[in-house]
């Protein structure tokens, strides 16, 4: 027989493992919206308020589709097409007029932005959530060791986050697009001097960065609900991330998405039991809970302190 | 710059004529409109400063707003409960007295505005503008999670903080108030920009690599115009806290750092009394648009964006240049 | 070595695998001005910013006045007594003539945080920066702001920046660039007159002016010192016309 002290220490380890997992499934979402923003800003120079817009009107596009047709994947296919086609729409009305602007100039525009979508998708859709559900395959645990049962959906979307993490990497490296976006990343003028369409190409990657954003909102969205503002939380997080990976480094936005994912999982979880061993019980749980709550902050301080440019920025 | 101050001396004027319009035509909630474009036109001033005459992009001016909110928030909730606010290692009790109050919503903002200044300013560009933001929102998590003050809910005061002699509840009285607090703030602004460390801030906006080659510690000056332009929002967040008898982490929001900024460009950048037209704009729109539909913001990030596309000095400057024109 | 203000040691940066200054040493004497020439590309500029602080050096040593400023930051540097002026004009577009020259006056004058004393009424600052006004004859126009300067006012304006600090040492990074026959004139007067106080390192591709003014004469290429002499010296240099091909000498 176990006695119960082992017994628990075990239960401490599959809890703790169970958080790993969710920190990784949460930083992989993270990972989907700061990817399309560091690419746009690395681009473009456009610092991008509104990229959270996206996740929203990917998670609502879903959220209709899987109404009108009941299917899971047709939803995840709208999230993408319904970003997109919002994506080139405001660049090609409103954003490509602001390249050239300060970024004064395309932080308002782009608050702005926030305002004229959150209201407009309420207008339409309401202001009740919406919900949208998780297809039978995927419903439900899947063991993983002995001990250890997990959800099959969080699964679903940490592997959906690193397939997209390698189809990026591939599209980068090894396609005409992405010598363009790398050639778009060094030097602005050197690429429209090589005779590529320039604009064409900011449209594409605007639309490419707002379509990662609504997937990521549409299965996000099927794990919370599907409300106005929903993308506004995230996109404060995926700004932690990027400053912490380095603005316009994509290795940077994937290392720091997980960073930031798992310390704040684990952090507020772990923070109040590790300070029971200090003070009393209550006061343990409050100031734990409060102080996990600012965890990753206290994480891209630190990480400005010792580099100013972020993990992998350019100095 | 003439013009300009031509159109200040009508500002001061509707400043007088507003709320006497409010008492004659015993309309008290007039009045505690004007109060909340003053309070709001002060944040803006503060911000002001740091932003339109020294350049430095903050996003999360909403922290200052929101300390000097919670600090008053706090000291009167425990001079309510008649309970010490720690006991560690002077028993200090809470207050409801403004005098009190004022210094030390003064006090903690200037603290918090030099620990995030001393760390965001390390950085520039977008980094700065990310890092601000991050920091207050790491302020306004911070409100949500920590239970004592409300939480989530936020936190009811009841009754205004009291002044010698005046009444606070009384709506003019408190707009009284509030407007000696703006017109100080304008006056310091006025005197700071006027002044040699004036000059080295907007210098810095302009050509930072110069200001350091004539010997000038530029990271020292912008640390000092972020404190006292955080100091200021967050002399407004005290007045806000008061005019509502109400703080909750909406204050910390950075929907309300993004407001602030909208004041001051609304306004026009860099005009001493541009955020208070800004702020005036602002309540205006949501007062008048908000009346007929719901999705009022909807209207108002369009109008927003065609000022920025579009009319980009602010409507201070759309008045300068329409006058400027007719000589 | 007690008669060098500045002595610059080993001084060495590269960019990878490319070399912008390679151990060069040079210094410069009280009251006289050391003139450094060399082809576009050869590290004049770099060598610059490295004295100043803005650019890093990877190795070397920089001493000023017998004190060691190598570990001094760009600003800290600007205050013990480094001024210079930049190749391309650096200025406060929308300040005055009048009022750039303040801001240049401010640190010496320790005036930076003076919070609440009002600039305008700042007597002392105004009638000094009026002074250097007339040195650099910019005086009829010390009300226009900077942005509306011609190109040739802006360049003296520059040197007017510098003059303004009081350095122990002046940095010139080609401030006759652009200049009239007659402002050219004026600046070669005032550099004579000024090089007593503090001597000037002066980069300057008008040969006339280098000889003109300059007590010794230094070449760089690729980065290195490839020779230093007087006037005379160098005029009858091999290597220097090799340097400067195609150059009339």
């Known amino acids: ?315 | 710059m003439i013009i300009e101050k031509f159109f200040n001396k009508w500002i001061m004027f509707f400043l007088i004529l507003i709320p006497t319009c409010g008492v004659i035509f015993d309309e008290p909630y007039f009045i505690t409109l004007a109060t909340k474009v003053v309070i709001l036109g002060i944040a803006g001033i503060g911000l002001n400063l740091a932003l339109g005459y020294c350049g430095l992009i903050s996003l999360g001016h909403a922290a200052f707003f929101g300390i000097g909110g919670y600090v008053t928030g706090i000291l009167s909730f425990h001079a309510l409960n008649d309970e010490v606010l720690f006991s560690w290692p002077l028993a200090v009790s809470g207050s409801s007295e403004m005098l009190i109050i004022w210094p030390i919503a003064i006090l903690v903002s200037a603290l918090f505005s030099f620990i995030i200044g001393l760390l965001s300013l390390r950085t520039s560009g977008v980094y700065f503008i990310m890092i601000t933001l991050a920091f207050a929102q790491m302020l306004y998590f911070f409100s949500i999670s920590w239970p004592n003050y409300g939480g989530e809910d936020g936190l009811s005061i009841y009754m205004r903080n009291s002044f010698p002699m005046v009444n606070t509840m009384d709506p003019l009285s408190f707009y009284m108030i509030s407007l000696f607090w703006l017109l100080f703030s304008i006056f310091i602004s006025l005197r700071l920009i006027n002044s040699p460390f004036g000059m080295s801030f907007q210098a810095i906006k302009q050509n930072e690599e110069r200001v350091k080659s004539v010997g000038i510690e530029t990271f020292k000056v912008k640390l000092l115009v972020f404190v006292i332009s955080g100091t200021i929002t967050g002399l407004a967040g005290s007045l806000y806290t008061d005019l509502n008898r109400f703080v909750s982490p909406t204050v910390l929001d950075w929907h309300t750092s993004g407001e602030i900024m909208v004041f001051v460009i609304l306004g026009g950048m860099a005009r001493l009394y541009g955020p208070l037209v800004g702020a005036a704009f602002f309540i205006a729109l949501e007062q008048t648009l908000g009346s007929y539909t719901e999705n009022w913001q909807f209207w108002l990030g369009l109008i927003l964006i065609l000022v920025i596309l579009y009319a980009r000095s602010g409507i201070l400057g759309l008045f300068d240049k329409k006058l400027k024109h007719e000589k | 070595m007690k008669n060098k203000i500045l002595n610059i040691k080993n001084l060495s940066k590269s960019y990878g695998a490319f070399k912008v200054t390679d151990e060069i040493a040079i210094d410069l004497n009280f009251d006289e001005i050391h003139a450094l020439i060399g082809p576009n590309g050869a590290g004049k500029s770099t060598l610059i910013k490295q004295i100043v602080g803005s650019v890093k050096h990877d190795i070397g040593s920089i001493v000023l006045d017998q004190e060691d400023i190598t570990d001094l930051n760009d600003v800290e540097r600007a205050k013990i007594g480094i001024s210079r002026t930049f190749q391309v004009s650096s200025i406060i577009p929308k300040f005055s003539a009048l009022d750039n020259i303040i801001l240049s006056l401010l640190d010496k004058s320790k005036e930076t945080f003076q919070l609440f004393k009002s600039i305008r009424k700042n007597k002392g600052l105004d009638a000094k920066a009026k002074k250097i006004l007339r040195e650099i004859e910019l005086s009829d126009k010390s009300n226009i702001l900077a942005s509306e300067l011609s190109h040739g006012d802006r360049r003296k304006l520059e040197v007017g920046l510098a003059l303004a600090m009081d350095p122990k040492v002046f940095l010139f990074d080609e401030p006759m660039a652009g200049l009239d026959e007659s402002g050219t004139k004026m600046m070669i007067n005032l550099f004579k007159k000024i090089k007593t106080n503090s001597p000037i390192l002066l980069i300057e591709h008008d040969m006339d002016a280098v000889f003109a003014l300059a007590d010794r004469v230094s070449v760089i290429n690729y980065g290195k010192i490839v020779a230093t002499g007087t006037v005379d010296q160098i005029r009858s240099n091999v290597l220097v016309r090799d340097v400067y091909l195609g150059y009339e000498i």
């Open chain 1, 1 to 315: 027989m176990k006695s119960p002290k082992t017994n628990n220490s075990l239960m401490t380890l599959i809890l703790f493992f169970e958080q790993l997992l969710n920190g990784i499934q949460f930083g992989t979402m993270l990972f989907l919206m700061s990817a399309g923003l560091t690419l746009i800003f690395g681009v473009m120079g456009l610092i991008n308020l509104a990229h959270g817009s996206f996740y929203m009107i990917g998670a609502f596009s879903a959220a209709l589709i899987a109404a009108l047709t009941e299917s899971f994947w047709l939803a995840l296919l709208a999230s993408l097409a319904g970003a997109a086609i919002a994506g080139v729409l405001i660049e090609i009305i409103i954003i490509r007029r602001l390249y050239r602007r300060d970024h004064l100039d395309q932080v308002l525009a782009t608050f702005a932005l926030i305002l004229l979508l959150s209201e407009g998708v309420r207008w339409c859709f309401g202001a009740f959530p919406l919900y949208l559900n998780i297809p039978n395959v995927l419903n439900g645990t899947v063991p993983i060791f002995d001990n250890i049962i997990y959800s099959k959906y969080r699964l679903f979307i940490i592997f959906m986050g690193f397939l997209i993490a390698l189809g990026l990497y591939i599209l980068i490296t090894k396609t005409r697009l992405g010598i363009r976006i790398r050639a778009g990343q060094n030097d602005r003028q050197m690429i429209s001097a090589l005779g590529v369409d320039i604009s064409k190409l900011y449209t594409i990657v605007f639309a490419i960065g707002a379509s990662l954003a609504g997937l990521a909102g549409a299965m996000i969205g099927a794990i919370q609900s599907v409300e106005v503002g929903m993308g506004e939380p995230i996109l404060i997080l995926a700004f932690v991330v990027i400053v912490i990976g380095g603005i316009g480094s994509i290795k940077g936005a994937l290392v720091g998405s997980i960073l930031v994912g798992v310390t704040d999982t684990i952090g507020r979880i772990f923070l109040p039991e590790l300070l029971k061993v200090f003070m009393e019980s209550s006061n343990a749980t409050s100031v734990g809970s409060s102080i996990g709550s600012m965890l990753i902050y206290i994480l891209m301080a630190l990480i400005l302190i010792i580099k100013p440019s972020g993990l992998f920025g350019k100095s």
